[in-house]
């Protein structure tokens, strides 16, 4: 839950989880060419091009940087917190070429003089030595540098520059869980300090490495620093839900930016909107994104590049409890289940408006779901109806359910209306005991999905192998891989459509005759062994028994 309040100094606090802040990434008004920099960040970024001389980048700088050093320089809080995606050179950008801006200049426009600073990485010997190895090669292969900063020392855990004007800038190094108490420079405290992926693979999976990290920033580095004048710069990629890295940005301490590697995903290539999209395009994200749903790591692929994270913990439903069957044996034994259709329209095809989504559902005697087919896009309301009547055409379910809360209301008159236009014809689903047309769910929807979980955690549900990389799926796998005990991350048009099977009244179909659960069991939606009441079942009256709802 978001707030926002007041600090004693009269810093505004801004208070949000990090679904919050995710949910809110407008790349569109950074990439449209209306964004203007600050005159800091044209600086900067004019200063890394004198740095590489004619060698130059090897790629456009992109609009988040502008923004990030827009805050730099311009923030009134001490502590700023940047939560980017893998490869979002973070480390180039706040500590790699701004150690050498500053030892250049002097001084970091909207704060003053700097002449010592403190760098923290997870280990001297991973992060702070490939930074400074990174620092050391940059200066030995830039004439502008050799220039302006005639004095250079390099050593495993200290830099020290001195510029033509005489000016000094010393950098302390530590890895994230050494001591960084009684530190000075030139015989003072520093005023800047960065912290910069602090948390290594391993520390992410102790308990004690993740408590003495902390402790290094909290209790180390935040009483290291000038008490009169300060600023903390704070850089990482999220490793899961109780690390520092969202913790700060969660807190509503530190002036935070969240910079996920493009708006949403999954998406069309038309929808596609990227934060650094000369450097990652929608096809290398597309191809991680395929090559991690069929290694079954996309809890990866969601925390280092989009910055969501799930906990196995607090998901309501498990990969494992999320079934697989073959599609095509199913579609060759259509007459064998009944067939259902559930629905979430939009009315809207701009990029910000929910999708509209159709699930058609197959039901077999044993009380199991099969998605097989539907719909999802943005797109106006004319469309999502041609897409609807096409897969009642194709599998003539034996009801639609369709939504009829608020607004939507009227697409049952609109359905019917059509239906005469068309002469195509079917049912609506009900969840009226009056029977009246429509679903009328629960408002929360949390609520809503809650009521479908049994059927996952029982075996019931089950999803087409053959299109588990295809891109209607991919918003499926992905919204319900977010839906936890604590709400529903992102969107929830794909799952809504899983929830309504709650409120379908369906029937199942005969069980075929011969059929019994001491059979083979090779039978699709059946786990196999005898079934836990085969020494109660009673054979069946009447065949008409089945199909009383």
Request: hydrophobic share 40%; aromatic share 12%; charged share 25%.
């Amino acid at each position: 839950m978001s707030s926002n309040l007041q600090s004693v100094t009269g810093r505004a606090i801004v208070k949000k989880s990090l679904d919050e802040w995710l949910d809110e990434i407008d790349y569109a008004d950074l990439n449209n060419g209306t964004y203007v920099p600050s005159e800091f960040a044209l600086i900067y970024m004019n200063f890394i091009k004198l740095v590489n001389g004619a060698e130059g980048e090897s790629h456009k700088t992109p609009p988040v940087h502008l923004k990030m050093l827009d805050k730099l320089s311009s923030s009134t809080s001490e502590q700023i917190a940047n939560l980017c995606f893998r490869g979002a050179a973070k480390t180039t950008l706040f500590f790699e070429y701004l150690v050498l801006f500053i030892a250049v200049y002097g001084v970091l426009p909207g704060f003053g003089d700097i002449t010592g600073m403190i760098y923290v990485s997870d280990s001297m010997d991973n992060g702070v030595k490939s930074a400074r190895k990174n620092i050391e090669f940059r200066y030995h292969n830039s004439d502008f540098l050799k220039e302006w900063l005639p004095d250079a020392t390099f050593t495993d855990n200290y830099l020290e520059f001195t510029n033509k004007d005489g000016h000094r800038l010393g950098i302390k190094m530590f890895g994230a869980k050494t001591g960084i108490r009684g530190t000075k420079i030139f015989g003072k405290r520093p005023p800047l300090a960065i912290l910069d992926d602090l948390i290594s693979d391993d520390d992410a999976k102790s308990v004690a490495a993740m408590n003495a990290i902390k402790d290094t920033v909290y209790k180390g580095v935040n009483y290291a620093l000038d008490p009169t004048r300060r600023k903390i710069v704070f850089n990482g990629t999220p490793f899961h839900a109780e690390d520092i890295m969202i913790e700060a940005v969660e807190s509503g301490a530190w002036d935070v930016n969240v910079w996920p590697v493009c708006e949403r995903w999954p998406c069309t290539r038309e929808e596609f909107i990227g934060a650094w999209e000369d450097r990652f395009t929608y096809e290398f994200i597309a191809t991680q994104y395929e090559n991690a749903v069929l290694t079954g790591k996309v809890a990866g692929f969601m925390q280092e590049l989009m910055l969501r994270i799930t906990s196995d913990e607090e998901r309501l439903v498990q990969d494992a409890e999320i079934k697989e069957y073959k599609r095509a044996l199913l579609l060759n034994q259509k007459s064998a289940y009944n067939f259902y259709i559930t629905t979430d329209f939009a009315t809207s095809d701009k990029q910000t408006a929910d999708f509209s989504v159709i699930s058609v559902w197959a039901h077999n005697w044993n009380g199991d779901w099969f998605w097989v087919d539907g719909f999802c896009e943005r797109t106006t309301m004319d469309k999502s109806i041609d897409e609807l009547f096409r897969l009642v055409q194709m599998y003539n379910p034996q009801s639609v359910g369709v939504e009829v809360t608020g607004q939507q209301l009227a697409f049952i008159k609109w359905l019917q209306e059509q239906m005469q236009v068309r002469n195509i014809w079917f049912n609506f689903a009900s969840s009226e005991k009056s029977g009246a047309a429509g679903i009328r769910p629960v408002v929360n929807k949390l609520t809503r999905f809650n009521l479908v979980v049994p059927l996952f955690k029982a075996g019931k549900m089950f999803f087409p192998e053959e299109m588990k990389a295809s891109k209607i799926m991919s918003y499926f796998y992905s919204q319900m891989r977010l839906a936890t005990r604590s709400g529903l991350k992102g969107k929830d048009d794909c799952i809504d459509t899983i929830s309504m099977l709650m409120y379908m009244n369906a029937w199942k179909p005969s069980e075929p005759a011969g059929t019994s659960t001491s059979d083979d069991k090779s039978m699709m939606g059946h786990n196999g062994g005898p079934d836990w009441d085969e020494d109660e079942r009673q054979v069946e009256s009447h065949a008409l028994d089945s199909y009383v709802v």
